[in-house]
């Protein structure tokens, strides 16, 4: 079992990945999985820096930096230069942005209420449960 944990991992989250893509997109969404988690950062805390991005999201600034771009082309979020410091600039989610925003929290509702429908509450519970703790325990090795 051991030696096909992480291949069944890989495997099941590039599945959803995909689906939710699929999804998304079957629905009207232009953002991809990767640029709504940035859009739902904004949404809950707008205009924030980068690097905040960044962090929150556990992502490198490179790939940041790529879907701003992208999200920035689509018009649903733009860049503010600090007044204080103007080589610095914050994110700000646009109202195209906001109307993405809404949309995407239906689809992923659906997209919830449809796992939810083929697997047990219990089942999913206790898997949520491991997955945090694997993750706390992944992120506690990356701090030594």
Known sequence: ???????S??????SLHQYVK?????????ASPAQLAIMFLLYEK?????SYISNELELDNSAITRSIDRL?????VKRVINSNDRREF???ITESGMSE????QKVIKEINNFIESKI???RLAAFKEILDELNGILREELQK
């Open 9 to 14: 991992l890989t495997r099941t989250q590039n």
């Open 120 to 122: 047990k509450k219990e």
């Open 72 to 76: 920035e082309k689509y018009g649903f």
């Open 101 to 104: 925003i809404q949309k995407a």
């Open 22 to 30: 699929h999804i998304l997109q079957k629905k009207g969404l232009k």
């Open 46 to 50: 707008n205009n924030i820096s980068m």
């Open 90 to 92: 914050a994110i700000e």
């Open 1 to 7: 079992m051991e030696k096909r944990l992480y291949y």
